[in-house]
């Protein structure tokens, strides 16, 4: 059974502050990251993939890979109430099989 | 280009009814996933479907069952409804499987 482990926090964090969201993965065949966000009481919304070890930046976001440890990670720079929502880990294998998600961190930003 | 297009928006039925939603995946896209979000048990994967053809299907009984046209729409349906089937009901489309554009959702609540 592929299983994608987040916590579900909620996480705290203070205006213009780094939130840092953790995910972790069991499949070692995964191939395909992504990151959702999803805000109270709408459909989860795509705002960053990775595919290889390393960092990928778009604007105040940066997602973090490390296959061999088996997890992603996502920052958020300079966090605004505006980022409150819950993240959304998914992963995928080469395959023609489907996302897995994991439940995911509900973040709190504070003004 | 128009995003992912779901009907109804809301539903309201009585336990033991049947329920047909509706899907219409991005334009090219021919790939359309379904998955069912409750609040304790997150984004379970229904069913993926990819040019009328069932390519995947998650851990869920037969009174879930869907299907796909040749302009890409679908629709799933949910046969003797129990009281745990009222979910939010998503649909993501894809080009072909890969990162999903999810749809606003149908909210069923089953009474």
């Known amino acids: 059974q592929k299983e994608v482990e987040q916590n579900s926090g909620p996480l705290s964090v203070p205006e213009g502050a780094i939130a840092s969201l953790n995910c972790t993965y069991s499949d070692r065949g995964s191939q395909s990251f992504f990151w959702y966000r999803q805000y109270s009481g709408k459909s989860p919304e795509l705002i960053m993939s990775?595919?290889?070890?390393g960092d990928k930046e778009d604007g105040r976001f940066t997602a973090q890979l490390n296959k061999a440890s088996q997890y992603v990670s996502l920052l958020i720079r300079d966090s605004q109430p505006s980022d409150s929502a819950t993240y959304l880990c998914a992963v995928k294998d080469s395959g023609n099989t489907p996302l897995v998600f994991g439940k995911g961190t509900r973040l709190s930003v504070i003004a | 280009k128009a995003g992912v297009t779901q009907t109804p928006r809301y539903l309201i039925k009585t336990r033991g009814q049947q329920v047909t939603l509706s899907c219409s995946p991005i334009s090219g896209h021919r790939s359309v996933s379904w998955y069912q979000q409750t609040p304790g048990q997150g984004l379970q994967f229904l069913f993926e479907?990819?040019?009328?053809?069932?390519?995947n299907k998650g851990n869920f009984p037969g009174r879930f069952s869907g299907r796909q046209f040749s302009n890409s729409r679908s629709e799933m349906n949910v046969s003797t409804l129990e009281l745990g089937d009222s979910a939010l009901y998503l649909c993501a489309s894809s080009l072909n499987q890969g990162m999903g554009f999810f749809g606003p959702g149908t909210r069923l609540t089953v009474l």
């Open positions: 479907y990819f040019s009328e053809t069932q390519r």
């Open positions: 990775i595919y290889s070890n």
